[in-house]
């Protein structure tokens, strides 16, 4: 199994940047395919980016791609994302999940494992 705790969440104004990481237990850590999902007030949680358990395949939503990286070191079983350029409608909680899986999904339901979220807040 794995534990995922997520930090570097805050308030940041329109244009600036952030950088999310989430720290992962357990020994298998770089078998694992690591993605970022958020959810904003009322919507769906949504997928943000992915990676594979190598690093050496990432994924991007649209609406991030260019903006975001998504990135890994299993050597500190950490994940992280870089959130840069960042607007008002990216504000959500952030949720780091983690599938032993070699196929990466982006889908919130191909995710077993999650971390309790950390909330990103930007004004305009």
């Known amino acids: 199994q794995v534990q995922l705790v997520e930090s570097g969440g805050g308030l940041v104004q329109a244009g600036g940047s952030l950088r999310l990481s989430c720290a992962a237990s357990?020994?298998?850590?770089?078998?694992?395919?690591m993605g970022w999902f958020r959810q904003a007030p009322g919507k769906e949680r949504e997928f943000v980016a992915a990676?594979?358990?190598?690093?050496?395949?990432?994924y991007y939503a649209d609406s991030v791609k260019g903006r975001f990286t998504i990135s890994r070191d299993n050597a500190q079983n950490t994940v992280y994302l870089q959130m840069n350029s960042l607007k008002p409608e990216d504000t959500a909680v952030y949720y780091c999940a983690a599938e032993d899986t070699i196929v990466v999904v982006t889908t919130p339901d191909g995710y077993d494992y999650w971390g309790q979220g950390t909330q990103v807040t930007v004004s305009s």
């Open positions: 357990g020994r298998t850590f770089s078998s694992y395919a």
């Open positions: 990676i594979s358990w190598s690093g050496g395949s990432t």
